[in-house]
């Protein structure tokens, strides 16, 4: 099983809502990534988490938080974003972190609007 | 000069075609590469990964990695409407997978 899960598929929120964004993944892996695409583009990368530890932030705004509860687990919390945060939010997952030949697998993603 | 580079396309072919899609990358310190392909709306899936120069296999598709040209292709044979989609290759180093922009493909019937 490479299945990794995210919800809300879809998410629509104004700019002083908070809200969160959730995935999940039963393989085992150690490592945990959140990006973000725009339209037309590859994905982004903004965290990754290794062994729920965060080893990499992107220079990315305060107003996109990530948690790491478990090794199963990886949240990303949200609050006044800006309209131009609208994207597809994609969580991914490999076995270790750095990558050593590991290959990340990613879940379906939620698309996020924000008003 | 971007680290990877990929023809965004769009490429457009009959079913049954034989599909190339190609990227070019500038650092050679780069070790492994993959293939995803993304349907629209949908997170990148995994097709192909490889880390060594030549030809890598698997049903329709075939990679190929140039290390000395360091130009890296995918080949999809017998096209199908569902091949319709666009393909990211990915290259990793160390702590980082690094995309190309993704070529959008649309295999017409």
């Known amino acids: 099983d490479t299945e990794v899960t995210q919800t809300p598929k879809h998410l629509v929120m104004g700019m002083t809502n908070k809200k969160s964004l959730k995935c999940e993944q039963h393989m085992g892996h150690r490592a945990m990534y959140w990006y973000k695409q725009k339209a037309k583009k590859p994905p982004e990368l903004m965290f990754v988490?290794?062994?729920?530890?965060?080893?990499i932030n992107e220079s990315v705004p305060s107003r996109f938080s990530p948690e790491c509860p478990n090794s199963s687990l990886l949240n990303l919390h949200l609050h006044a974003l800006q309209p131009e945060d609208s994207a597809l939010y994609l969580c991914?997952?490999?076995?270790?972190?750095?990558?050593?030949?590991?290959?990340?697998?990613f879940g379906p993603g939620t698309r996020l609007l924000v008003l | 000069q971007k680290e990877v580079e990929q023809d965004p396309g769009p490429l457009s072919v009959p079913e049954g075609a034989i599909v190339s899609l190609n990227c070019t990358y500038s650092n050679s310190a780069f070790q492994y590469f993959m293939w995803y392909r993304q349907y629209s709306r949908k997170g990148p899936e995994l097709l192909m990964y490889?880390?060594?120069?030549g030809n890598k296999e698997d049903g329709r598709f075939t990679a190929q990695v140039d290390k000395s040209s360091k130009y890296i292709s995918l080949f999809i044979r017998d096209s199908q409407p569902s091949d319709s989609a666009t393909y990211l290759c990915?290259?990793?180093?160390?702590?980082?997978?690094?995309f190309g922009t993704g070529t959008r493909l649309q295999v017409f019937p």
């Open positions: 991914a997952s490999s076995q270790d972190f750095p990558l050593g030949g590991e290959t990340q697998y």
């Open positions: 490889t880390y060594s120069s």
């Open positions: 988490y290794s062994y729920e530890k965060l080893s």
């Open positions: 990915a290259m990793m180093i160390s702590d980082k997978l690094i």
